[in-house]
């Protein structure tokens, strides 16, 4: 799996984006993704796997309190997006999604006829 920039569909330009930190662990059965997308609403998160790339987009709903002004800001884009190409042994059709405290988990499994599997021996 590779990190790549690609653009956006539908935009005549390239738009700024925050890379999220991802976490990738791969084990015998596929891999997780752990992305931090802190300020980001459930509703505003869009995942798709689109042939062998995977985007993940956060729209940040970070408000000032009125009458109140920002000193300092960081953040100074209002969304997050990453994409990957996925191996061709993953299972892009299986992938699920957990969404919590502004961690996104993503979990990928291999494909099925790659999976590690037992084979039992009959004694003759």
């Known amino acids: 799996m590779s990190d ?19 976490d990738v662990i791969e084990d015998t059965g ?48 209002p969304r997050y997006r990453r994409t990957f190409t996925l191996s061709k042994e993953l299972d892009s059709e299986k992938v699920t999604a957990e969404f919590q405290h502004g961690v996104l988990k993503l979990r990928i499994p291999k494909a099925e006829h790659l999976q590690p599997r037992k084979i039992s021996v009959q004694v003759a």
């Open 30 to 77: 596929g891999i997780t993704l752990y992305a931090d997308l802190p300020g980001v609403p459930k509703d505003k998160l869009d995942i798709r796997v689109e042939g062998d790339t995977l985007t993940l987009e956060g729209e940040l709903s970070l408000t000032i309190p009125e009458g109140m002004e920002a000193t300092h800001a960081e953040v100074s884009l």
């Open 4 to 22: 790549q920039v690609v653009k956006r569909e539908g935009a005549t330009r390239e738009e700024a984006a925050l890379l999220p930190p991802v």
